[in-house]
């Protein structure tokens, strides 16, 4: 069961991540406080030799690597294994799922879950444009999965659960839709001081943000 929260506070919040994101589904640049596009890839090392990223990243157009909006890398903990069933949590545009697809190959597949209708359009055309097959596109929340459990060897996510308000409920999903040593992969920010607004609103005390993404 959900933690209870104020239905309008909740509704507001997710219509301004929601306009945030049909935004940055046109175009993320001059939209976040972060490098985004090729830029924030480099950034984040995603074309770094060690991680074997380099010639995976090289073969997505230059117009799909405009697109990334990642805090994060989350395949600097590694890329998933040829034949892998992976679930990509808030995918955006699709780069990380991308990515994912050309690790895991032709006999494995790449899931990517998405609020926004506008990004999963985007990242429909994005994975046509890589020629990239072995992917689908689900709409969805990350609090409520539409999958079965264990179904997945890997869930990936960028830049989703700091956005997410019932952050529980939506990692519990995450492990209830692993398989057993499946791993979970995610990059993202941490609010290191208190939510000053939490207080105010009567809704009690502000979470501690950092522990749970430790
Ligand atoms: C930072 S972007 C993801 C970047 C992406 N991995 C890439 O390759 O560019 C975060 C995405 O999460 C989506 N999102 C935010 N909250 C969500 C939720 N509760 N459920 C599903 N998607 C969500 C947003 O619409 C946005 O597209």
């Not at 090289?58 to 069933?85: H, I, K, R, Y």
Request: proline residues 7%.
């Amino acid at each position: 069961m959900m933690e209870p929260m104020h239905e309008g506070l909740r509704s507001d919040i997710e219509e301004q991540v929601r306009e945030r994101f049909r935004k940055a589904a046109i175009s993320p640049r001059g939209l976040f406080s972060y490098p985004t596009g090729r830029a924030g890839l480099l950034a984040l090392a995603y074309a770094a030799r060690d991680l074997n990223l380099g010639e995976t990243l090289s073969a997505l157009p230059e117009s799909v690597q405009e697109s990334f909006c990642g805090v994060g890398n989350p395949f600097a903990a590694g890329l998933p294994g040829v034949g892998g069933q992976v679930l990509d949590v808030g995918c955006g545009a699709g780069v990380d799922v991308l990515v994912a697809a050309l690790s895991v190959g032709p006999e494995g597949h790449v899931t990517g879950l998405e609020f926004s209708p506008e990004m999963r359009e985007r990242a429909q055309a994005n994975a046509a444009l890589a020629g990239v097959g072995n992917v689908s596109f689900m709409p969805g929340g990350a609090e409520e999965l539409p999958f079965a459990d264990a179904s997945f060897d890997l869930l990936i996510s960028n830049g989703v659960y700091n956005l997410v308000l019932h952050k529980r409920q939506a990692l519990a999903e995450a492990y209830r839709v692993l398989r057993p040593g499946a791993r979970l992969q995610v990059a993202d920010q941490i609010l290191e001081d208190a939510a000053p607004f939490q207080q105010d609103l009567g809704l009690g005390s502000p979470p501690e943000a950092k522990n749970w993404a430790t």
